[in-house]
């Protein structure tokens, strides 16, 4: 079947990657692409509908129409599995879900947290997998802290591979030509047809309009371009996010000396093109030859989040993720923010180490929920950190 738009290098919208001028330094993000500013509310809507657009044209493939989707739930002990049909086509994923039980202190309806691939995982640097340690499920505290945990499995949404199989290719079969998309929107997409079904009313005990993404790695690169593509999702955290996610194309640090270490090179646009990753963007996003010629950057996708909750969450010696061009991101990002008087909806929180998701991390992200969803005054400051001091 047709998939989610034309073919896009031949529709003459934009021109070709490898046409585009260098830009020196970081794209304006109050500058609309004819150049004028952006002044108020009202502009910035408009400037983020070309934002969207230029990233889901050069970056990540177009999200398909919600309209012409029909979702439907089925319950189970232990989750839901959502079911989605298309002019005729249907396919289903199953999604895990835990609630808060009789040692919450809160009561429901409770904000929910969607993840793909769950909390509590690990990278495994000898086998370059993700792998689920054995302690505790981090589930359990996030239920105890009175939030509901909603989890995808990532493959059967969309391999993490070139295959382009998963419930959502069933749908959207991928094609140069009519569905030029990568599995970081084909994830994104996922965790929507999710909130569809919060939207029925499949979990009473479930506000809708409380509703997280987190994820970890590639999967956190999902969860911020899941909040950049939809404005339901109340609160993102994009962990240990890097490049394609919160980390800056044109901000390196590699070589900087820091109190904890010194900072290691950080993912490339040439690794992101790689054959191992190339499948996470559309096919466009390869013809780019350097960084310096990306019409945005990070900074721009955070921002289309606002005023909504971003909290940008990872480790100080996660060198590979570039932390510090994140934070570089992150302040870029608070403009917006500040634009809507909403400062307090976006936050910072790194913590020592390197590339993990740590008890620290979950705390904090529902430290920043409290703030959000229940007015509860964090202990965190969630506006500093190390990168804010002078490094010699």
């Not at 500058?31 to 969207?52: C, H, I, M, Y």
């Not at 599995?183 to 999710?194: Q, Y």
Request: net charge negative; hydrophobic share 40%.
């Amino acid at each position: 079947m047709k998939g989610t738009g034309a073919n896009l290098r031949g529709s003459g919208k934009y021109v070709e990657p490898h046409r585009l001028p260098k830009l020196e330094g970081m794209p304006d993000l109050l500058s609309f692409e004819d150049g004028s500013e952006v002044k108020t509310e009202a502009d910035w809507w408009q400037r983020a509908n070309e934002l969207r657009d230029l990233y889901q044209f050069y970056m990540y493939g177009y999200m398909p129409d919600p309209t012409a989707e029909k979702v439907s739930f089925e319950k189970t002990d232990s989750g839901m599995t959502v079911k989605v049909t298309v002019a005729g086509e249907a396919t289903e994923f199953f999604v895990t879900v835990t609630l808060p039980g009789e040692d919450c202190e809160f009561k429901a309806p409770y904000p929910a947290i969607i993840t793909n691939g769950g909390l509590d995982l690990a990278f495994d640097e000898a086998t370059l997998s993700f792998v689920r340690p054995t302690e505790l499920p981090l589930e359990d505290l996030v239920n105890r802290r009175g939030y509901a945990v909603m989890t995808i499995k990532p493959a059967d949404v969309a391999a993490d591979h070139s295959s382009r199989t998963g419930a959502f290719f069933d749908l959207y079969p991928y094609s140069e030509v009519d569905n030029d998309v990568g599995t970081l929107v084909a994830w994104a997409w996922g965790a929507a047809k999710v909130i569809d079904a919060l939207e029925q009313n499949a979990y009473p005990e479930i506000n809708p309009s409380q509703v997280g993404i987190t994820g970890f790695s590639r999967f956190g690169k999902a969860a911020l371009v899941a909040g950049a593509l939809d404005e339901r999702f109340a609160l993102v955290n994009p962990h240990a996010s890097g490049l394609g996610g919160m980390a800056s194309f044109r901000k390196s640090f590699t070589g900087k000396k820091y109190p904890w270490g010194v900072a290691g090179p950080p993912e490339s646009l040439g690794s992101l093109q790689s054959s191992a990753l190339r499948h996470w963007f559309t096919s466009v996003f390869l013809g780019f030859e350097s960084s310096e010629q990306l019409p945005f950057d990070q900074h721009q996708l955070a921002a289309l989040v606002a005023p909504r909750g971003l909290i940008l969450t990872s480790g100080y010696e996660d060198y590979h993720t570039n932390p510090e061009g994140m934070f570089e991101a992150y302040l870029e990002a608070s403009k917006i923010y500040e634009l809507f008087d909403a400062g307090d909806n976006i936050g910072v929180a790194y913590r020592p180490g390197a590339h993990s998701i740590e008890v620290e991390d979950i705390e904090r992200l529902l430290d920043f929920g409290d703030q959000l969803f229940r007015n509860i005054k964090p202990k965190t400051d969630f506006k500093t950190s190390y990168f804010n001091q002078s490094f010699s």
